[in-house]
């Protein structure tokens, strides 16, 4: 069937529209096929998918269309049809096509990682250029991917040149491009009025619902509502009732409705143990032998835990680092919206590192990246934390680096002189670390472990294994060593992509707490959870 355009210049707008549906239409099976194991629906439900498909494309369209439609209206005729005009519209096509065709390659690799379309990490993400280019050149092949691209775009170009120069060959009064333009306005004001952000959420199968999505639609919404109102789209329930459950639970007797303050009184005199807290990128509970990995990829950390107090029934916060951070630094649930961490006048709050300066503690955050990422040093510097960051390291320390910092053993051998220097001065420190080995492109100096670079996550959690091993083997032949408790967590788990909205098991992550006097792990054994 041969495709007919109507005789108007805004023929073109519906060529392109075409395009764009097919396409997407193309996106979905291949989603749909690469999820097809968790797809227990109705084939109804599918194909209902694919309907709502078309309306998110259209609305993303709609959107689209309104700087072309004003060009389209506002262009003589006797300009349209010159050759300077045709050219111009040929490459704005063709521009047009190459940003249609690299925004499906990167929905397919952004769900390839994340297992959604593109939502507010594809924002977050989109503030830090440097990071994020960096991590897909060297996570991908590149080259190969944009020449494949352009194939795409050139070949469907061709494919629709007839179309195209058709559209140059009708003549129309500015009256008429008025009516049509104001036809075409009235999209995106019914997009705006009879599509919410979640309307294509009508299924209890998660990947369905996002296979319906349209990802430009969907990065847009993301950045529009980055500010959630609470009340609006978090379950409430009575606040007194509320109240007065988590005082029973704390086994608090405070008269006062929200004061569930404690008192609690230690048995001997305060000791000021140093504190080395480890946070680890994306470590998944689900990739330690302890929760089920047959793999064997976390040897050290497998035989380490024997050695303190592992809680096992321990969950993140959220699937950003900053959500990790946030909760192990203020104590915190989750933010309805932003994190704390990336909010404005986010300083000298009553924090962790704040208690333990009042103690006469050095407190510091060392990251193996730029800490001006996800506003990590401001949030920190903020709040009384001295901040070690890539850029505090010589180029004798940096033997190691890729898109997101140096290798983990770089971070723990500054920990080390660190820790040292504060030994010397009698002075106790509290050094909050976060790593960054265990994130694509999972690169990491080659020669450590037996998994080549670059090439899984496994390998990239292996060798943090093998970093935290040198770390604590190091630190066991340094004087602060029998004074100081380790404790190690994930910030959150590697993915939390499934078939329903919250999967508790892809928030499940561990906790340890260690230190090697056998005093300290009797009185805290009874906090381990089996």
Known sequence: MRLVLPRSRFAILGLFFVINLVSFALLRIALLVKQWADIDTPIVQILYAFVMGVIYDSAFYAYLLIPFTLYLVVMPQRWYGHSISKMISAIVFLISLYGLFFLILAEWTFWDEFGVRFNFIAVDYLIYTHEVVQNIIESYPLGKLLTGVFVITVSVFLMVRHHFAVTFQNEETFSRRIKIAGLLFLLPIVSYFSIHRTTYQFSQNTYLNEIAANGGYQFFSAFRNNELNYRQFYRLADDAQLSQKIKTQLSVTNESLYDIKRQITADGP????????????????????????????????????????????????????????????????????????????????????????????????????????????????????????????????????????????????????????????????????????????????????????????????????????????????????????????????????????????????????????????????HFQVK
């Open 270 to 525: 305060e000791k000021k143990l140093n504190i080395v807290l480890i946070t680890v990128e994306s470590l998944s509970a689900d990739y330690l032998t302890k929760f089920g990995n047959k793999n064997k990829i976390t040897p050290f950390m497998d035989n380490w835990f024997q050695d303190g107090a592992l809680f096992t029934n321990f969950y993140a916060t959220g699937t950003r680092t900053i959500r990790g951070l946030e909760a192990l630094t203020l104590s915190i649930p989750p933010t309805a919206g932003q994190s704390i961490v990336k909010r404005p006048d986010n300083e000298k709050l009553f924090n962790l590192g704040h208690v333990l300066q009042e103690r006469g503690y050095d407190t510091a955050f060392l990251y193996g990246g730029m800490g001006y990422f996800d506003n990590m040093n401001a949030f920190y510097e903020g709040n009384g934390y001295r901040i070690l960051d890539q850029n505090q390291f010589t180029s004798e320390e940096v033997t190691f680096k890729n898109a997101w910092g140096v290798s983990d053993d770089i971070i723990f051998n500054r920990t080390i002189k660190e820790a040292d220097n504060d030994f010397s001065q009698d002075k106790p420190f509290f050094f909050q670390i976060m790593t960054t080995t265990n994130h694509r492109p999972y690169s990491y100096p080659e020669g450590k472990i037996d998994i080549p670079s670059g090439k899984s996550r496994e390998g990239a959690v292996k060798y943090t294994d093998y970093a935290i091993q040198e770390f604590i083997k190091t630190a066991k032949t340094k004087p602060w060593f029998d004074n100081t408790i380790f404790v190690m967590v994930a910030d959150h788990c590697a993915g939390s992509a499934r078939k329903t909205d919250l999967p508790v098991d892809k928030y499940h992550i561990h906790y340890l707490f260690m230190h090697l006097s056998t005093f300290l792990l009797l009185k805290i054994q």
